[in-house]
Structure formats: C-alpha cells, structure tokens
C-alpha cells in the first residue's frame, strides 16, 4: 500500500515530459511551422500560425504524440479564401501523407516524425465576437487556460488525463463518450488540484452542473443541459464542455476516484498489461455458461465521429431484435479498426431458447377480445399447448419463430433500419459467430480478444 | 353443429332420474330410516330423520350416488347428548363400514349399495332463532330450494350440474375450488333457467354479486366479501353461498359459458374419453421444450378438505421455492389418491440454469452501499465475473448455488416450512423426477397419467 503523493510522484516521472520531449516536439512544430510560413509568403499572405491544444497550453503528456496548429487568417478574410488557400498551405507544411478531416470545418491530418499534426484553417474573430464552432472556440479556450493555471496545476491536470486514459474515460470523441483534455482542465481549475478533482468527484451525484463563471442561477443550467455532467464553457455559457460525457463514464469516473482514494496505486494511471489467452477466455465464459455471438460485416469508410455514431445505433439495434425475439442481452460492445471491419460484440444469457413461448391473451370476460384471440389460436398451425385458463385469462403456447441467436440474426440482422452506410456494408455481407466459433476471429483479428475477454472478464483492470 | 335445444334434449336424458332411479334410492333410504327409528325406539326417544341435500330437492343428477339424512332432535336437546346419541344412532343406520367424517360437527360416512350416505345429528332450531353453522342452515336451504323452484328448473339446475362437472368446476370442496350444487340451485332461482344462467355467466366481469332477497343496498355487498363470486344466502345474509369459487373455477364457467352458447356441444357436459399415452405426452413437452418436475411423498391421514388445503400450501412454497432460485414455474398441479401419494407436478421454462447469475448493485454515488458490496465481492468465492459498472451502477456475476431444478428440490424441499402433518411426511421420504424419469411414476400411479397430459396439452376437453 502507498500513500496518494508517493503514487503521484510515481506516475509524475513518467506524465511530465523532459526537456528532451519538449525540444523533440517543438523541433517537429518549427519545421511544419517554416514550410508554411514560407508558402505563405511565396504567396505574399500575411498570417499568423499557432500552437494550439494541449502543447499551447502546457498540459500535454509525455507520451502524447499530437500536435495542433492554426493558420489564422486576419479579420475578414472571406471564409472560402480561407478554407481553400489554408489547406494548400497546411498541405505543404507536411509534405506528404496527409488526409482531410472534417469536424466542423475541414482541416490537415498528417503523421510526420510519429506526431499526429492537425492543421486546421481559421480567420481571426473580432473584438466582442462570439465564437460559433469549435475551431473559433480554441485559440479562446487556450487563452483562458493559460491565464488561470500555473505550473503545479498543470501538472495536476497531466495527472488528470493520465489517471482517465488508465481508468479508459479519456477523449471526447464518440468511441469513448469520455472526457475531453480541455474538461480536465476546467476541473482542475475548478477544484484547485488533482487530488480536489478526485474528492468532489467522489461524491458526484446523478448529475453535476459545474458553472464556474457563474453564469447562471441556481438550478438554471440544470435546466438547460441534460447531460449527467454539465461544465458551463467559461468562454461560451452556452455550451456544455461535458456534453460528451456518457453516464457510463460519468459513473466509472465517479466509482474510480473514490476507490483510487481509498487504495492508491498506479494501476489506475497504468493498468497492468494482462495476459490473454484465447482457450482461457473462452473457458471462462463457458464457466458463466452465458453466449457470445459476434456480427462481422465490413467498415464504411466515414469520419470516425460519425463511424461510431452510427456502429452504436447498429448495436443498439442488434440488441433490439434479440431482445424482441426473448433473448436475453447480458452485455454488448462494438469493435473497429476503422478502415476494413465492424465487430458487434454481444452476450446472451443464453443462446438458444425452448420452443414454446406463453403468449397472454385477453382476461376471459372481453368477449370480444376473447373470441378473435380463439379464433386466432384454436386452428392456429403455431400452436404447441392451449389455449387455457389460468386466473382470470386465456393463454396460449406458441412456436417461437427463431430459438437459436445464431440463426435470428443471421436471418433478420440485415433487414434492419441500419443507416445508409452500414447497411451497404452488411449488404456486401456479414458473418455470425458463436462461442467457440470466435476463436477463427480471433486468429484473423487478435485485436479482437482483449475486447472479448474485458467483456468476459468484467472487472476494470484497475479494481483491485 | 347442432342447436341448444338439440343438446340440451340428449344430456337430459342422461341426467334426469328415471323412476328406476328413484326407486333404487329410496330403496336405500327406506332401508337405513327404518335401522335408525328402530334403533331410536329401542330407546324410547322421539325423533324425526329427513332426507336432505339434492334428494330431497329432486335436483340431483341421475349418476349422482349421494345420500344425505339428518337425524333431528327436538328444540333444547343438550348438544352433547345429540352428538353422541346421534351417531350411535347413524351408525346402527349403516351397520358395517362407516368412518366419522368432520365438516363443522361429525358426522357418519358409509358406503351403502353402492351410495355414498352422510349422516349428520341436528337439533332442529326454533322459530327465528339464526343458523349459525352449515347443519344448521340444510334444512332452511332445502326448504327454500323446494319452494322456489318448480320441475322445468330443477332439471335446468341437472344440467347446470352436469354442465359445472363437465368443464371441471362442480364442487365446494377445497380440492376444486367449485360451484357447490346449492350454488346451481340458487343460480337457476336467480336467473331463471339453464340458459339464462349461461347467457348471464357470460356477461359476468371480474366481480359478480347477486343478492336475490335484496338484503344489502346497491354497492354494499361487494365491500363485505371479496371473492369473484358472491352470491348472498338467501338463508342468511352473512353468508357468501359461493365463497369457495376459485378465480380459476369462476373464469373458466365464464369462458365455458360463452363458448358454449355459440358453439352447444354435448362435449361441455361429457367430455370425450382422451386415449392417453405416455410416449406421446412426454414427446409433447419435449416438443414445447419446457420441463416436467414431480415431487411425491406420502399422504397425511387427514380430512379431505384439510387434506387438500395443506397440499395446495405446499404446492405454492415449492413454486416459491423454484422461483427464489430463478426458475420460471409455468404450470403448477397438485395430485394425490387421499391415502397413499400426494405428488407435486410442476412445469418449468427450463430445468437447468446457467451457472452465472447477474446480481445487481448499488448506484456509483452510494459511497458507503459502493464500499459495502465492494468488499463483499471482490474477494468474494462465489464471483463469476466484475464486479463491473454499467450505466450507472455496479454489478456482479456469481455462481448459482443450484442450477439444476431437481437438486434444488432434493435438497430444499424439506426445510421449507411445510404444516406439520406434511413436514412428517416429507421427513420420512420423498423424491423428485424430472421428464423422462416421471415414466416410472406412471407405472405406480397410472391415474397420474391423465393428469400430466392435461397439463401439457392445457386446452380444455371441452375447447373445439
């Protein structure tokens, strides 16, 4: 057992970076910094070029490898100008490589010297302006960080962000449903220190408005905003920096912080490498004597946002016809590499179902009810037992139409209302596997089984 | 198809006493009230013997094999002196072959020429004085009945019977849970006629009160009992004549009813012999995919009526016994030869479970609840799997202390806590078969049989 400091101090050594990472990097963001510059003055434009993000603003972790810059175009600068001359110049300032993304606007992704380098064209915005989208929003948000925290809160803040990538609730992005590293910032800010963060979260209720600024009364922005965690954007009282915060890791938040408190160690920073094997995964879950079934289909190629967006719905779909045909889901979880398969993980309580089924019919004094329900059923070719009475209504025996999963979803999972691109996918094909099936997945996918065996196993690895 | 009336000429001839019949039993009767007045001359007492029950009302049906005879004592004879005077007398009345039976008094029970003769001490009640138990109130109910109806209803009231026995529902007894034949009766003088009674059973909603001598004011009936039938004692007021109608005995006469009307089948009154055979119904339930469990043990020597009330007790703690381990009870029967067996049926979605079960916990923000189930599960023996968080709780998977239904009733059965004279029964043996091993039983017990195949096939006989 160790004491809080002696494991921050641990975990500390390894968030901060060296000097020797901060000149590595900064080697990386003054080279992409002078291509551009000079295309731009081979053009005669007249811009600034920025560091933005976690670099900006000092609370990047050593071991990140991202890299944000802005190429900001003087006030009034037309937006198609803009747009269309900041890419070229983003482009040249990585060479080759590059992909476009698109959040709001489009910007550069490129890989140079094993950073992740976004360059994303923006235009200035006035005196008194109100920031409309995330890009007008982060030269803001840097700013405002950069004034409230001073060297040992940004520590504090790398702590943060360690602490949630270990405990897996770190990144805004839809696959995670988790924290953003500016919300990290804003808690620190907020409560003071890491280990404040970690005591008010401990007791968070089912929901938690943190308006910092004050912009609103009380209980008004409760009002507002129905995310389980609220956190008024001090540069924009409109918007919820937490938005993005699912209840799942609103809740693991919540539960890791009061256990880390109670027992520190660095397995919540760093969580133990386990070792997974695929015969004792699936040993284990013959054990539990629950079902794995998992639907292979190919990847459409979309923005990763909007790929997991529309993965979930699939899932959630998925769910909704095994539990319309009496299955019972225990758990489920999609996987992607993003580029060639989507994975739809999910755990029956069991896989195949008896024959029969009790359907409930009317209470035996709606006459009318009850006579299209005998109708129904007296000749009916699905009928295995009844109808009959029991208490004061009629029932009857039916034949299910699927009894094993398998078979259900093999028949049914493409008649679903997938979206347009998913279905094109599940169109070209899909494939079902079931329990000991799995195991061919996992020799073409090894990604795969420490997915399955989290989802076998249960427990967080950080719960001790 | 044939119409009511046809139906209704051809069960008449089967249930209407021909003067044959009536012959035969007052054979009987003179026979027995001639040993009795001898035997009360033999001690100078003075005293009346009446006919009474369906005899004496000349509603009994033509099978019908029953004999009621009161002994009567003049107003102020001593209770006790009565009682056992009386019984000296019933007995000398049967010679051989009698036991004492109990209702609310004893009573003498023998099997005469093929008659079963009841032979209840009374002393007859002064004028205006309140019956106070059910020997008290026969007499008053005979002399009602016969009053109030003439011979175009007492066969109505024949068919009635036959029609209740028919679809299962005639008798007061405990083991039914049925219409008692002064019930048809007072249906018949309610109503009208047979058809009546039906057309208006038909139209019964889930509560029904007839108070025919206009005792309680509108509405004032229903707050004082609170069975699905009350049908106020024209005899006494605070009586609920159908207070032993099961919900079950009420629906299916509803049910029976109303099909009856638009589909009249001589079937509701005799319902076809079923040629039943064991492969046949045990491939039925192997078809439907549920599961059989038989639990027999010895039958306590007690009373019908507290014979049966015991065995449906036990009955329900074996359910809820099943159902505090997860297994789905879809049907329930008990069976016993009041001598011998009292076997419990039971059938289950499924007779194995898997070995996992999902237990549910506390919320995230319930610190102390979170620290509680925490330690008991993380080093918990019995844990499959987590503890983990989903949404906004903790949950944890353990092992089934019973997954199979049998070893569960093997071990469990006898420390529920059953009546005494049950738990002495089970004490000294039982055991439980499961499916294919019922076989065995029914080469013991070929009455369970049908019993079993009507609980499997659930559609009444009499359903087309």
Redesign the interface.
């Known amino acids: 057992m160790h004491t809080i400091q002696e494991v921050l101090t641990e975990v500390m050594k390894r968030v901060k970076p060296s000097p020797e990472d901060r000149e590595r990097v900064m080697r990386v963001v003054d080279k992409i910094k002078g291509n551009i510059e000079k295309a731009a003055s081979a053009r005669g434009l007249k811009l600034r070029i920025e560091v933005e993000g976690s670099l900006a603003k000092d609370t990047w972790v050593a071991t990140d490898r991202d890299i944000d810059l802005f190429i900001i175009f003087p006030h009034g600068t037309s937006k198609d100008f803009a747009q269309e001359i900041g890419l070229e110049l983003a482009k040249s300032g990585v060479g080759e490589g590059w992909r476009l993304g698109y959040a709001e606007h489009p910007y550069v992704e490129a890989s140079v010297d094993g950073y992740t380098v976004d360059i994303v064209p923006s235009i200035e915005i006035g005196e008194g302006e109100r920031p409309v989208t995330a890009v007008d929003r982060t030269p803001l948000h840097t700013k405002f960080v950069l004034k409230k925290l001073d060297e040992k809160m940004r520590d504090d803040v790398r702590l943060l962000k360690q602490f949630m990538k270990g405990i897996g609730v770190y990144g805004a992005e839809l696959k995670v449903g988790g924290f953003s590293g500016y919300l990290c910032e804003l808690l620190v800010i907020n409560y003071g220190s890491f280990e404040k963060v970690l005591e008010e979260a ?5 929901r938690t408005v943190i308006d910092y600024m004050k912009y609103y009364k009380e209980g008004e922005a409760e009002q507002l905003f129905n995310s ?1 965690l609220v956190m008024i954007d001090p540069v924009d009282r409109r918007r919820n920096a937490a938005a993005a915060v699912s ?2 890791c ?3 938040f ?2 890791a912080a ?2 880390f408190l109670e027992n520190p160690s660095r397995e919540y920073f760093f969580p133990p490498k386990e070792q997974v094997e695929i015969n004792k995964t699936l040993e ?1 879950l013959k ?4 079902s794995l079934v998992v639907v292979k289909t190919g990847c459409p190629k979309l923005p990763s946002d909007v790929l997991w967006g529309e993965v979930q719905r699939s899932l959630m779909k998925a769910v909704g016809l095994l539990e319309r045909y009496d299955f019972v889901v ?2 489920q979880k999609a996987w992607s590499d993003e580029e060639r398969h989507v994975l739809f993980i999910l755990e029956l ?2 896989r195949r ?4 089924k ?1 359907h409930q019919g009317p ?3 709606y ?1 009318e009810d ?1 006579k299209r329900f ?1 109708e129904k059923h ?1 000749k009916g070719e699905n009928v ?12 009857v ?1 039916l034949k299910r139409k699927y ?1 094993e999963a398998k078979e259900l979803l093999e028949r049914e999972f493409a008649k679903l209302s997938l979206s347009k691109d998913m279905m094109e996918e599940v169109k070209k094909g899909f494939s079902v596997y079931v329990d000991e099936e799995i195991e061919e997945l996992f020799i073409e996918e090894p990604r795969l089984l420490s997915e399955v065996n989290a989802l ?5 690895l950080w ?2």
Not at 287 to 290: A, D, M, P
Not at 353 to 356: E, P, Q, T
Not at 385 to 394: C, L, Q, T, V, Y
Not at 456 to 460: C, E, F
């Open positions: 401990s007791k968070w209720k089912s389980p209840l799942q609103y809740a693991t919540i539960a009061g256990r284990k054990e539990r004597g629950s225990l758990d309580e069991m179902l008896r024959k029969g009790v209470k035996v004094w006459q009850v005998l007296l295995l037992a009844g109808p009959s009475i029991k208490g004061d209504r009629w029932y025996e009894t076998v196993r249960k427990r967080p719960l001790k």
